[in-house]
């Protein structure tokens, strides 16, 4: 269930931990929607909270090994303040760049999380924003923004001048709708999860349509509202097939490698939770974490998530560290899965 290996191909990730807890404020995660793995070796996860909720929205900053450093960009209209963080991405210079698709805009932090500017407004016109999501950086530091709600990807350079657009509402390829997550792979190409379309779609630097891969199922290789997309050095993809609630991993020709659907661990702050809480560590003792499917009699994967802890539920993003690990943010058991390559 938690594994499988298209036409017996070898394994491309492995489990490795995951991190997390759901929390209102301070550590832990609420809803969160996108992980930053940065080059200082830290964590940003963006919180979107539940309905906007005051206490919930925040970024906050964790490693690999769970250690937890703080929060910044709380819930609020001002500069350095966040309303419903939905994506983020690190410059070359080590700043930190959160997509609000509530407030139309981008708001830059340094990895204290003090606020560094903002920019970005509600319209259609060029340069201008509606619902932004995911963020990617090019090795020139420009900005490609996912501008969901106006079907198209929009180019900045780093403090926001506008560069280029491409992108329409519509189904042909070069096409998109409600584009989510963005990224750039090594050799400069835009790889785009094209949600709407149930497709991943891989532009050139100036927009022009390369190939797309997917269409609307549940086999390997297809996927069902994908959220977001990585890309290696390798040219494989890894893809969060959102409405799937998995994880797929193509080759450079979108062939499927390996289709993960959870293998979460308890993190290290739940378990100290339950140290500290003992009766809600002797109830989940006792709990049946991996009930019988059949006898549930359940037939999508949505169910199958809510029902069984370690599997993915609500997978949101992907994201690649330098050292080739995969960062699953997962929205509804607000956590993160953390897989590593195999070789």
Same mark, same amino acid.
């Given at each position: 269930?938690?594994?499988?290996?298209?036409?017996?191909?070898?394994?491309?990730?492995?489990?490795?931990?995951?991190?997390?807890?759901?929390?209102?404020?301070?550590?832990?995660?609420?809803?969160?929607?996108?992980?930053?793995?940065?080059?200082?070796?830290?964590?940003?996860?963006?919180?979107?909270?539940?309905?906007?909720?005051?206490?919930?929205?925040?970024?906050?900053?964790?490693?690999?090994?769970?250690?937890?450093?703080?929060?910044?960009?709380?819930?609020?209209?001002?500069?350095?303040?966040?309303?419903?963080?939905?994506?983020?991405?690190?410059?070359?210079?080590?700043?930190?760049?959160?997509?609000?698709?509530?407030?139309?805009?981008?708001?830059?932090?340094?990895?204290?999380?003090?606020?560094?500017?903002?920019?970005?407004?509600?319209?259609?016109?060029?340069?201008?924003?509606?619902?932004?999501?995911?963020?990617?950086?090019?090795?020139?530091?420009? +900005?490609? /923004? &996912? *501008?969901?709600?106006?079907? $198209?990807? %929009?180019? @900045?350079?780093?403090? =926001?001048? #506008?560069?280029? !657009?491409?992108?329409?509402?519509?189904?042909?390829?070069?096409?998109?709708?409600?584009?989510?997550?963005?990224?750039?792979?090594?050799?400069?190409? +835009?790889? /785009? &999860? *094209?949600?709407?379309?149930? $497709?991943? %779609?891989? @532009?050139?630097?100036? =927009?022009? #349509?390369?190939? !797309?891969?997917?269409?609307?199922?549940?086999?390997?290789?297809?996927?069902?509202?994908?959220?977001?997309?990585?890309?290696?050095?390798?040219?494989?993809?890894? /893809?969060? *097939?959102?409405?799937?609630? $998995?994880? %797929?991993?193509?080759?450079?020709? =979108?062939?499927?490698?390996?289709?993960?659907?959870?293998?979460?661990?308890?993190?290290?702050?739940?378990?100290?939770?339950?140290?500290?809480?003992?009766?809600?560590?002797?109830?989940?003792?006792?709990?049946?974490?991996?009930?019988?499917?059949?006898?549930?009699?359940?037939?999508?994967?949505?169910?199958?998530?809510?029902?069984?802890?370690?599997?993915?539920?609500?997978?949101?993003?992907?994201?690649?560290?330098?050292?080739?690990?995969?960062?699953?943010?997962?929205?509804?058991?607000?956590?993160?899965?953390?897989?590593?390559?195999?070789?």
């Amino acid at each position: 269930m938690a594994i499988s290996v298209p036409n017996g191909r070898t394994d491309v990730l492995e489990y490795s931990t995951t991190i997390g807890i759901v929390a209102m404020e301070g550590r832990g995660f609420e809803y969160p929607t996108d992980t930053v793995a940065a080059k200082n070796g830290r964590l940003y996860v963006l919180n979107r909270s539940r309905d906007f909720g005051e206490r919930g929205v925040r970024v906050t900053v964790a490693d690999l090994e769970s250690e937890f450093y703080g929060t910044f960009g709380h819930y609020g209209d001002g500069d350095g303040q966040l309303v419903s963080p939905a994506g983020a991405a690190e410059d070359s210079q080590g700043r930190i760049y959160v997509a609000d698709d509530y407030t139309h805009r981008i708001t830059v932090f340094d990895y204290e999380g003090n606020f560094v500017s903002k920019w970005g407004s509600l319209g259609t016109d060029k340069g201008e924003l509606d619902g932004p999501s995911g963020v990617a950086f090019d090795v020139d530091d420009n +900005v490609y /923004v &996912a *501008d969901t709600h106006n079907n $198209r990807v %929009q180019k @900045f350079t780093a403090s =926001g001048v #506008f560069l280029l !657009a491409f992108g329409s509402r519509g189904s042909a390829e070069g096409h998109l709708n409600l584009p989510w997550g963005v990224t750039v792979a090594p050799g400069g190409d +835009v790889v /785009v &999860a *094209d949600w709407g379309n149930n $497709r991943i %779609q891989r @532009f050139s630097p100036d =927009g022009d #349509f390369i190939a !797309a891969w997917g269409r609307s199922v549940g086999g390997d290789g297809e996927f069902l509202r994908p959220s977001g997309v990585a890309v290696d050095e390798r040219g494989y993809m890894y /893809v969060s *097939d959102w409405g799937n609630e $998995r994880v %797929q991993v193509l080759d450079v020709d =979108g062939n499927p490698l390996q289709v993960l659907r959870g293998q979460a661990t308890l993190s290290k702050w739940a378990a100290n939770f339950l140290e500290i809480n003992r009766e809600e560590g002797e109830a989940r003792a006792s709990a049946n974490l991996e009930p019988d499917l059949a006898s549930l009699d359940l037939d999508d994967p949505h169910a199958e998530s809510a029902h069984i802890e370690k599997l993915f539920w609500s997978p949101m993003s992907v994201k690649l560290d330098q050292e080739g690990r995969l960062y699953v943010t997962e929205g509804n058991r607000h956590r993160i899965q953390v897989y590593q390559r195999t070789s």
